[in-house]
């Protein structure tokens, strides 16, 4: 039986095991998001999210539970859903590229206010925090590599923390996006970038 | 009348104009402040700020309002009490002393819970979010001497912008604290400083 159900999972229009269970969370997750960027995360309400995903509410509340429950589990898809990221052949190129990622996103109007949403749910309850934490770490690891092959082409002072060099496009961007409230402009996105080329070549993320 | 109440105003004992309105503000905002970094913004409640403040839930309500009125007038005043900025007679020394003073905050067990509060109300109100940005708009002035100073001794290129490099000591800082929710040590404070002047003396932050 479990055979069968293996064999029938690969041919076309069949139901594969598992197959309603992610539907049902790729409903509830997206129907997340949408709450998140427009009401923000004390408005969020599982009866109104079972209702906008056209799932049970029993569904909804038997596996997240609560309002912490539905960020948390964003978060994680949020950080299942990864663009590789930029391979121009120059240290300088790919930070360039990150930092516009990040413009592009916290600038979106959607995605803007979905990240301001789950920074201030973290802010609110040790569970998001922890959640984000994992996003962020999986998005920071996931461009190093931008900074290990500068580090490879002699781009950057041996010891160079590639992780540092990620941190340090993203910090101005997110610090005027979170925190001081001031205006994002690409300006803003290459200076972050130039900023932090200029920092880690002269050597101030050797660990 | 007028000028006998000035007159009063000067000797010692007596009841200045505003006494007991300054009184009853300050003893609402410190209510404010220790409830915010208790239980957050969301669970801001005039009735207990004015019981916790001993002060008539009436003239709370008339005076602040709501919870964003508290919020508002509590970073106006925090926006007041500053403290003069270092000058250490070098840039490095006075970024140092900034980056050091706002890894002190952060990490503070009272200030870091209030600063988190308020960066989420004002992720979740934009009156709040004004009046955030009104109290870096003043913090981040008020320590852009220490890079003007720095100009005006040769340490930076000519044209470099001196709010951008006090915003570089803070952001990496901030990110790790609001965003990326990673630890905050000393070390993160010294390479926020390190990071910020040697991009600032490469010319990142010309303008």
């Known amino acids: 039986m479990e055979l ?5 999972a690969t041919q076309p229009g069949s139901v594969r095991p ?5 539907k049902v969370r790729a409903a509830v997750l997206e129907a997340t998001g949408e709450a998140l960027a427009d009401n923000g995360f004390h408005a969020l309400n599982l009866d109104r999210i079972a209702a906008a995903a056209g ?36 240290l300088e190129g790919d930070l360039r590229a990150n930092a516009r990622l990040v413009l592009d996103t916290l600038t979106d109007p959607r995605m803007g206010p979905l990240f301001r949403a789950v920074i201030a749910a973290a802010a609110c309850d040790e569970e998001c925090a922890d959640a984000l ?9 996931e461009w190093a590599p931008v900074a290990e092959r500068g580090l490879a082409r002699g781009e950057l002072p041996a010891g160079t923390d590639p992780l540092e060099v990620v941190r340090a496009v993203s910090a101005p961007l997110y610090y005027r996006f979170a925190v001081s409230r001031e205006p994002l402009t690409p300006d803003t996105a290459e200076r972050a970038a130039s900023a932090a080329l200029a920092a880690a070549e002269a050597g101030a993320y050797v660990v």
């Open 4 to 8: 069968e159900a293996r064999l029938n």
């Open 18 to 22: 598992g197959g309603r269970t992610a």
């Open 55 to 90: 799932v049970g509410k029993t569904t909804v509340y038997r596996r997240w539970g609560s309002a912490v429950g539905l960020v948390t589990d964003l978060l994680r898809d949020m950080a299942e859903q990864s663009l590789p990221a930029s391979d121009t052949g120059s």
């Open 133 to 141: 934490r994992g996003f962020y770490a999986t998005r920071l690891s």
